[in-house]
Nanobody, 122 residues
Framework: QVQLVESGGGLVQPGGSLRLSCAASGNIFDIYRMGWYRQAPGKQRELVAVVNSGGSTNYADSVKGRFTISRDNAKNTVYLQMNSLKPEDTAVYYC????????????????WGQGTQVTVSS
C-alpha cells in the first residue's frame, strides 16, 4: 500500500502565499515523478507542476513565476510554494506520484492524495 498525505491548504487573501506539502509512504521502491494537480468547481483536473527524480520541473503557464515545486527525495516529499495567489487559483489541490513499489515489479503505478482545499479570497 502507498499513501500520499497532503497538508498546507487553507484560506488566503489575494497576493498571499501558501506552501503545500505531500509525503509518500508505504511500499515504495522508487519514485519517478511527483507533482500537483488542481480541480476547480465545474472544471477538469489540470496539471499545476511536476518534478521528476532528476529534478527537472514542468509548470502550467498560469502559475509560472508564482509557484515553485521542490522535492526531498530522502523524505519522499514534494512541496509547492505558491506566491502571489489569485482568486482563480482557488481549487482542490491533489498530490500525485508515479512510482515502483518493488525492485521485482517493473510496472510504474500512479497514486493520488485525497486533496487539500486552497481558497483565495478577500
Amino acid at each position: 500500500q502507498v499513501q500520499l498525505v497532503e497538508s498546507g491548504g487553507g484560506l488566503v487573501q489575494p497576493g498571499g502565499s501558501l506552501r503545500l506539502s505531500c509525503a509518500a509512504s508505504g511500499n515504495i521502491f522508487d519514485i519517478y515523478r511527483m507533482g500537483w494537480y488542481r480541480q476547480a468547481p465545474g472544471k477538469q483536473r489540470e496539471l499545476v507542476a511536476v518534478v521528476n527524480s532528476g529534478g527537472s520541473t514542468n509548470y502550467a503557464d498560469s502559475v509560472k513565476g508564482r509557484f515553485t515545486i521542490s522535492r526531498d527525495n530522502a523524505k519522499n516529499t514534494v512541496y509547492l510554494q505558491m506566491n502571489s495567489l489569485k482568486p482563480e487559483d482557488t481549487a482542490v489541490y491533489y498530490c500525485n506520484a508515479v512510482l515502483r513499489v518493488s525492485v521485482s515489479d517493473s510496472q510504474t503505478r500512479n497514486y493520488w492524495g485525497q486533496g487539500t482545499q486552497v481558497t483565495v479570497s478577500s
